[in-house]
């Protein structure tokens, strides 16, 4: 029989009362392409990127749900990324626990997510980058160009992204 580890996967930051919270906020088809299975993608992509580089877990999967989470359409709304973060300012200490820094983090990563940027701090890069690798979803493959970390453009990651986002693709289409 296998041994048993006795590492402990630390607690995620994403709680039952945030995700009850970003359930309620959410305007648009809960299962669509700024949904729920997205917010798992870019969390999944995030992860893996955070696994090889050392980005702040938490911050990643505080921003896989929150980013989207206030858009009003699925098109060019570009205030989106500035409501998510007032949303996550109301929820924070309540619905979830971050310290200051990480907070700025998030923060900066939901306001700016929209922007094509490829300069900051490596945690930030990571959020945006998650993010890019879910465009399979809508059929646009990601350009590793504008991918701001070398961890996503690793064929693992890169490539496990595509899978993840054409699985949606093909249940849903
Ligand atoms: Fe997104």
């Not at 402990?8 to 299962?31: C, G, I, M, Y």
Request: aromatic share 8%; glycine share 8%; charged share 30%.
């Amino acid at each position: 029989m296998a041994e048993r580890s006795n590492k402990t996967r630390p607690a995620s930051v994403l709680t039952p009362a945030l995700l009850r919270a970003v359930r309620q906020r959410f305007r648009l088809d809960w299962h669509g392409i700024h949904g729920a299975p997205h917010w798992a993608r870019v969390r999944a992509n995030g992860l893996a990127i955070a696994a090889r580089s050392g980005a702040r877990v938490d911050v990643i999967e505080l921003f896989a749900f929150l980013h989207d989470s206030c858009r009003h359409s699925d098109g060019g709304d570009y205030q989106h990324g500035p409501r998510a973060v007032d949303f996550a300012h109301a929820l924070r200490g309540d619905a979830f626990g971050i310290d200051k820094v990480g907070f700025e983090l998030l923060a900066e990563a939901c306001s700016t997510h929209s922007r094509g940027g490829m300069d900051g701090e490596l945690t930030v890069r990571a959020c945006w980058d998650a993010d890019r690798l879910d465009l399979w979803r809508v059929r646009i493959t990601p350009d590793p160009r504008r991918l701001a970390t070398a961890e996503a453009r690793s064929p693992e990651v890169f490539n496990a992204a595509k899978k993840r986002a054409y699985l949606w693709v093909a249940r849903r289409w």
